[in-house]
């Protein structure tokens, strides 16, 4: 499943962030992820939930941060907004994706021996 191998690259961070802080546990985990990722947050908590089990992120929650989609014209990067016709009323240039499909390890929260 999609999620999972999120979860999988997830954890694969936290650990070499954490890695440098031997003896350190790691408390929470922070994401975002953006509406056109094609992640579905409840699956992926589900996921992260069910992997994390023996991983270095057995005693962090994950909080997932849902990050809206945002244009804007890559020539004079003014912001498009959200059901507006994508493309720049000025330099008619097509908008292109500023925010919306990412998916981020965004913060660690670590305890560090
Ligand atoms: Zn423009």
């Known amino acids: 499943m ?8 997830l954890v694969d961070s936290v650990e070499s962030v954490a ?4 003896g350190g546990s790691v408390h929470h985990v922070y994401v975002d992820i953006g509406e056109l990722a094609g992640v579905d947050c ?3 908590q589900t996921a992260y939930d069910t992997f994390r089990e023996g991983t270095i992120c ?4 994950l909080t997932i941060e849902r990050i809206a989609a945002q244009w804007e014209c890559p020539h004079c990067h003014l912001a498009i907004r ?3 016709i ?3 009323p000025s330099c008619n ?3 292109k994706l500023a925010a919306g499909d990412e998916i981020l390890l ?3 929260e670590m305890e560090v021996a």
């Open 82 to 84: 959200r059901g507006e």
């Open 86 to 88: 994508l493309r720049c």
């Open 2 to 9: 999609h999620e999972y191998s999120i979860v999988q690259s």
């Open 19 to 22: 890695r440098p802080y031997e």
């Open 42 to 44: 409840d699956l992926l």
């Open 93 to 95: 240039e097509p908008a």
């Open 58 to 61: 057995q005693d962090a929650p």
């Open 106 to 108: 965004r913060r660690v």
